[in-house]
């Protein structure tokens, strides 16, 4: 995709030309700041604000790569082709759902499904080929981790006033898609959801931003420590009030792929400082670490629990009769069965051939980001390469226990953060770093 050069110097009243971050921009935007209920009426489920960027995301892209008037010189990007491939897979499991007898129901999900898969590949594509710089990824980085402090402050204060506090936001030409649940209750507490659908969703978004702003607060040493720290502690405070499993699950699976980073005197005092803050919550919040804890302690007769593991001998009911395609992406209705388990659902809508692609995707954008960052000797290129995989490893081990796809908010920041990865790994070949040649300043 063509980009603008890098801002530089200009005159006084003149403004950059936009380019993929300011597009990006915007989609997060409409993604995390637009509760996730309001859509365009007349286009239904795929009416999101984000949905409909990300389908002018994924028309802008292609018609840059139809009209490029140079050959592509970035040379073989494997987050691109690797989706490319998830996109055929996908595709092929529409096409057996339509060679099947189908209910109505199912063929609207199936439609559906496709193009939120679209508007998801838009993100992803922009993301990979439309940021021009390394520094302008940064820029696209640092207002992540941003909106992030502001989805977890608006957490905590829906927790402390127990209040929905966005149930009264509308917006002209938006219509509600669904009924608003309102805040719901585990173990006494009040879980908050921020503008997503659902506590489980907030809990992953979140915990896909907090690796990324930890590997900002320490790699991105030009800002002042309350810009990098303060988004920090508000997204790491709000984990724990999410009352989730799976955010638990996902927040340790992204700052262990961030702390193996660091060196042992900063790990430490990461340690320390997460000691403080479990005592903090001890104290400050009565019951709820014992809550936390009950959630594990407790899993074997929990019912949510219960319900995942039960779902496994159904499962494989319906993999057995479509096993390589599936029975179509997004026609497993919630009515069936909810699984809460991603990697299952793929295996019965998509087929091992469509998991196989999804898994593979996560897999090449972990590889490539993390190979990238290996590249390079400066501290701000190595954490971000290595907050990008804790992202993406993040927001794949939430998948686990959760069918991440069926929520928008959670879909879309996890597109983007492969993206972003695939970015990371192209900005680095554009630039021809060989291996430990960035700058000098130390990791």
Known sequence: MAAPALERRLPVGHRPRADGVTVLT??????????????????????????VLGL????????SRVQRNEPDTDGFQPVRWAFILMAFAFSASFIAAMTRPISGEEFSGAQLGMVLM??????LLVAHDGIPTRERLYVLLRRVVAIGGVIAA??????????????????????????????????????????????????AVITMILPLALALAFGDRN???????????????????????????????????????WPPAARRIAAAAAAVMVVGVYVTVPGMLGS??????????DSSALSRTGSYPIAFEFVQKSPLFGRGFSTFLPKYRILDNQFLGLLIEVGIIG???????????????????????DRLARQASQGLAAAVAAGAASFAVFDGLSFPMSAGLFFLMLGLAGASVRLTRREGVPDGAGSSTPV
């Open 118 to 123: 679209a508007g998801w590949g838009g993100v």
């Open 355 to 377: 998991l196989v692609a999804f898994v593979a995707l996560i897999v090449t954008a972990l590889v490539c980001v993390l190979r990238a960052g290996k590249r390079y000797d």
């Open 56 to 63: 002018g995301c994924l028309t802008w892209w292609a018609w």
């Open 292 to 301: 936390l804890l009950g959630l594990f302690t407790s899993i074997g007769g």
């Open 154 to 203: 608006l957490g905590i204060a829906q927790f402390v006033t127990g209040r929905s506090l966005v149930d009264a936001i509308s917006i002209p030409g938006l219509s509600a898609n669904h009924t608003l649940f309102g805040l719901t209750q585990r173990e006494g507490f009040t879980r908050p959801s921020g503008m997503a659908t659902h506590p489980i969703e907030y809990g």
């Open 26 to 51: 915007v989609y997060l935007v409409a993604l995390t700041c637009i509760p996730s209920r309001l859509v365009f009426g007349p286009l239904g489920g795929a009416g999101a604000p984000a949905g």
């Open 223 to 261: 800002r002042s420590a309350l810009r990098r720290w303060f988004p920090v502690v508000v997204l790491a405070a709000s984990v724990p009030l999410s009352i989730s499993r799976s955010a638990l699950l996902s927040a340790v699976v992204g700052s262990v792929v961030i702390l193996v980073s």
